[in-house]
């Protein structure tokens, strides 16, 4: 009787083995978090470059303009011109949000309705900001709310359209469901339809606030006597192109807070419910090291 002999191989070990700093930092440098941190350091260096090269000194260093946002924040003029802007783009954009939420309401249930704002809607979108900021500038001088009217004007098609398109994005098989029960209309309004309005509220938020500030700044280059516009305004006048490009750099600033410590934040609580993507970029799979 012959007997064999069956030998088994051990299944290698998981290897522990870390790569090495050079990978590990050209991983870490190629993230989107990384690129996001980079991308500001390399403009300025771009832009610090370019500037030798230009025939005039329209474009000024990057050194001149930090200097000149130092300069106009510790004497006060970013804090008066952007509170008197920022009161006039609440009230505003709160006044729009209420008459376009109601408006856009009522253009989604209503197909008569649709009808009738629809075209208003669409002009609304693409008319020129300019054209509005001289037309209140022609009505009404240099009132106070020339610029918060043109705040509602910009923001309000936004507003309106998001809403509408959010009421008719609501299941038709539950709308048909809620009528054949006689679900109240009231019942239906709040259960059903405001809470499937989240995602197109959010985005009237933010695309409504970004026109309307755009607006608003037109419009105060035109028709104020105050705010972030009409600082821009007076250093063009001047001459300081350092100043303009400050107040811009004020502007984006502000942007990117907005954004990321308010809509970004009452986003994530609101739709907390949703499952979480996993990453919007895949991470390159690790490098076995010999």
């Known amino acids: 009787m012959q007997t064999t002999t069956r030998t088994t191989t051990p299944a290698a070990a998981p290897s522990s083995a870390r790569p090495p700093l ?7 440098l190629t993230t989107p978090r990384a690129a996001r941190i980079t991308f500001p350091f390399v403009f300025v260096l771009l832009w610090a470059l370019i500037v030798p090269l230009l025939p005039s000194r329209i474009l000024p260093t990057p050194l ?7 300069q106009i924040l510790i004497d006060g003029t970013v804090l008066e011109a952007f509170s008197i802007s920022l009161l006039r783009l609440l009230l505003g954009f709160m006044l729009a949000l209420v008459i376009g939420g109601i408006l856009g309401l009522a253009m989604g249930i209503s197909p008569r309705i649709n009808a009738m704002l629809h075209d208003f ?7 020129p900001y300019l054209i509005w900021g001289l037309l209140v500038a022609m ?31 609501v299941s038709k098989d539950l709308r ?15 259960h059903l339809v405001l809470p499937s309005l989240s995602p197109f509220f959010f985005a009237s938020l933010r695309y409504g606030l970004a026109n309307g500030w ?3 700044v037109l ?4 028709a104020a006597v105050s705010g972030a516009g009409y600082v821009i305004n007076e250093f063009r006048d001047y001459g300081n192109f350092a100043g303009i490009i400050s107040m811009a750099l004020y ?5 990117i807070i907005v954004e990321r410590l308010v809509f970004g934040r009452l986003s994530t609580r609101v739709f907390r419910w949703r499952p979480t993507i996993a990453a919007e970029v895949t991470e390159p799979p690790e490098v076995a090291t010999p």
């Open 176 to 190: 048909d469901m809620a009528g054949a029960y006689d679900v109240p209309q009231k019942r239906v309004m709040r």
């Open 251 to 255: 502007f984006a600033i502000f942007s």
């Open 219 to 222: 419009a105060e280059v035109f």
């Open 139 to 169: 009505w009404f001088g240099f009132e106070p709310y020339g610029p918060v009217i043109v705040v509602i004007i910009a923001a309000l098609p936004y507003v309106m359209l998001n809403i509408s398109e959010g009421v008719r994005d």
């Open 121 to 127: 809607v669409v002009v609304g979108l693409t008319f």
């Open 22 to 28: 050079r990978t590990r930092l050209a991983r870490a």
């Open 64 to 70: 001149e303009v930090a200097e000149e946002m130092w």
């Open 214 to 216: 755009k607006g608003l």
